[in-house]
């Protein structure tokens, strides 16, 4: 591919149009470890693009030859243009997936209307980390699969299901079916994160950057927890703070 032709400005567009992302089904993913485990967890990867007459590493080659996918010669000036200001050796246009369900699980972390693409990819990265089940993402949200975010994520948007739900209403009965308990964080909330009992079945419910918790969250929650600070802070950045509460968690669970 040469010329910027209608499959090119289809893939541009995958770069900043969420509409378009969900209308077409898929969105473009870069870098070494988060193409890598889209192939590894079985993504649907369609297209792997590289720079036409360049010589690809061993790994660049496995990927083609792993994924199925169809791969796509490209001028290496398009492939910038793709890479999102980024150098690259493959770009993977990957297929969205299908909503999965919330699972039987005992730790699930909900991120309510969050603003910031990249925010979101550092908290599915942490819920990753410390053994969460499951990301959801309520509420009028940015979007889970904005590049951003999979860049931000380093590949773990792969590796657990990220689930966009409207609100309390399409989590509390799975909640209440599983004993599930709902630790919502606030700058404000009466208790210590490290003085509430998290070894239980647990939602964490992380509020928007800005706003916190909703009210209607709020109010679903069994109680409000608070991560103690000091300095001239005021609060923390919201998936520095999920990040803190799930590290409370795993310590809590890890000492049995």
Do not use: C
């Not at 050796?89 to 910031?116: C, H, K, M, Q």
């Not at 609060?235 to 590290?247: D, G, I, P």
């Amino acid at each position: 591919m040469s010329t910027r032709n209608a499959s090119f400005q289809q893939w541009q567009a995958l770069l900043t149009n969420r509409t378009k992302r969900h209308r077409a089904g898929e969105f473009l993913v870069h870098g070494v470890r988060p193409i890598s485990l889209a192939v590894d967890y079985g993504w649907p990867v369609r297209d792997l693009i590289y720079p036409d007459r360049q010589s690809l590493s061993s790994w660049a080659r496995e990927m083609l030859d792993r994924s199925g996918a169809r791969p796509v010669a490209m001028d290496p000036a398009l492939v910038a243009e793709l890479a999102d200001k980024e150098s690259a050796e493959l770009i993977a246009v990957v297929g969205l997936p299908d909503r999965p369900a919330l699972p039987d699980a005992d730790l699930v972390v909900v991120f309510d209307r969050p603003s910031t693409p990249g925010n979101i990819g550092t908290l599915i990265r942490s819920a990753d980390a410390f053994g969460a089940a499951a990301v959801v993402v309520t509420g009028h949200a940015a979007d889970p699969y904005d590049p951003k975010s999979v860049r931000a994520s380093t590949g773990s948007i792969f590796a657990l299901p990220v689930i966009q739900a409207d609100g309390p209403d399409d989590v509390l009965p799975w909640a209440a079916r599983n004993g599930v308990q709902l630790v919502g964080t606030d700058e404000h909330g009466a208790v210590e994160v490290a003085d509430h009992d998290l070894t239980g079945p647990t939602a964490l419910l992380i509020g928007n950057e800005t706003a916190g918790l909703s009210a209607a969250w709020k109010a679903a929650a069994d109680v409000l927890v608070r991560i103690p600070i000091t300095g001239a802070a005021s609060s923390l950045n919201a998936a520095t703070a999920a990040t803190v509460v799930l590290y409370e968690v795993s310590r809590q669970r890890s000492r049995g």
